[in-house]
């Protein structure tokens, strides 16, 4: 349970970095730490299936298919997050050689 918690630490503290790296990596590191949050919170049971047991007759046996399918959506949202951020981190390195968020706030003063 201590890995979702230093995911988001990470994430947390890759935030408040000034470098347009270290904002996209703290991006994508909350949203694994929430996604394995979300599933570890589920209760997920070692060897049983989400959908089998249900078929057969037992449901109490299956996992809940709801948490891991809304952490899969969570996990293909968090991908093209990431894409978009790659693709605009690109683009600003054509203005902004070297990536520091700091010498884009001074460019607006």
Do not use: C
């Not at 995911?7 to 394995?36: A, D, E, K, M, P």
Request: cysteine-free; aromatic content about 12%.
């Amino acid at each position: 349970m201590w890995a979702p918690i230093v995911l988001l630490g990470l994430g947390f503290y890759f935030l408040t970095q000034s470098r347009s790296f270290s904002l996209i990596l703290g991006i994508v590191l909350l949203s694994h730490g929430v996604n394995f949050m979300i599933f570890s919170l589920s209760n997920p049971e070692m060897g049983q299936s989400a959908f089998w047991d249900r078929i057969i007759g037992a449901p109490d046996l299956a996992n809940d298919p709801i948490p891991q399918a809304l952490v899969l959506t969570a996990i293909v949202i968090g991908f093209a997050l990431l894409f978009y951020l790659v693709a605009m981190l690109r683009k600003l390195e054509v203005f902004f050689p070297g990536g520091d968020l700091n010498l884009m706030r001074k460019e607006d003063d």
